[in-house]
């Protein structure tokens, strides 16, 4: 699964890693990210979680060099993220999943084109290079809002909600982000196109969890509120889009 063993990235990556109820993944993940060939910050925001997540961090805390947030109380993935940007010390922030859902050891191609000036904000895009293993309504839920997505904001991106997204800590850091959930996504997007930034897509695996194994969006429902979301943001003033 190593995908860039001898990929060289020049700046600091700040990784955000949102958990809540992840005692059974935290550690995998956190330990890929270790194997990776990335100057890297870890930042991992424990949402109140109430299984044993807690627990495992503040054994994990010293082993991986990492910071940890703890929540009082479950807020969401939006409210985790947004309370992990203050502590960014990276010239790049990546929003990594505590799930495996999304393969860490992509990591390293989704922040290679921020070594690039133009690039700003890069997209790991699950629908890239086709369905892969995403099940059809998945995989229809999510096409249905990435071309939702292009006709309001005239882009053309494959995959909106992908949990894999990577930024310049200048520009996301000066965002005026106001999310609690999963509108962490549709808003962020939503923001950034407004702001005429383009969102570049690299493919990255993706081996989704079926409910029983802890899955926590709600496709439809939550893909509905991303919709509005989406169309809210598009008609604000450029001057609510960042601090």
């Known amino acids: 699964m190593e995908r860039c ?3 060289i990235v020049k700046k600091l990556v700040s990784v955000i890693i949102p958990a809540f109820n992840e005692e059974q993944t935290i ?14 910050q870890i930042i991992v925001v424990n949402d109140g979680s109430t299984d044993g997540t807690y627990t495992v961090l503040e054994e994990l805390r010293a082993t991986y060099e990492m910071t940890v947030v703890h929540c009082q109380e479950n807020r969401g993935k939006g409210f985790a993220i947004r309370s992990g940007l203050p502590h960014v010390k990276g010239e790049v922030v990546v929003i990594q999943d505590a799930d495996m859902e999304l393969v860490p050891a992509d990591l390293c191609e989704l922040v290679k084109p921020l070594e690039k000036e133009n690039v700003q904000v890069v997209y790991g895009s699950r629908f890239l290079e086709g369905r892969g293993n995403a099940s059809l309504h998945n995989f229809i839920a999510n096409r249905i809002l990435a071309t939702y997505t292009n006709l309001l904001y005239g882009c053309r991106i494959t995959d909106e909600s992908t949990g894999y997204k990577a930024f ?10 106001t999310c609690e959930g999963f509108e962490f996504c ?3 997007t939503a923001k950034i196109l407004r702001a005429g930034y383009r ?12 409910k029983k194994e802890g899955k926590k969006l709600r496709f439809w429902s939550d893909g509905f509120f991303a919709a509005w979301t989406l169309l809210k943001y598009r008609f604000i003033s450029e001057t609510e889009l960042f601090k």
């Open 186 to 188: 549709p808003e962020v």
């Open 27 to 40: 550690g995998e993940v956190l330990e890929a990210l270790r194997a990776l060939p990335l100057d890297k």
């Open 168 to 177: 310049s800590a200048e520009l996301i850091t000066r965002l005026d982000l």
């Open 199 to 210: 969102i570049y897509e690299v493919p990255v695996s993706y081996f989704p969890r079926t």
């Open 5 to 7: 063993p001898n990929l």
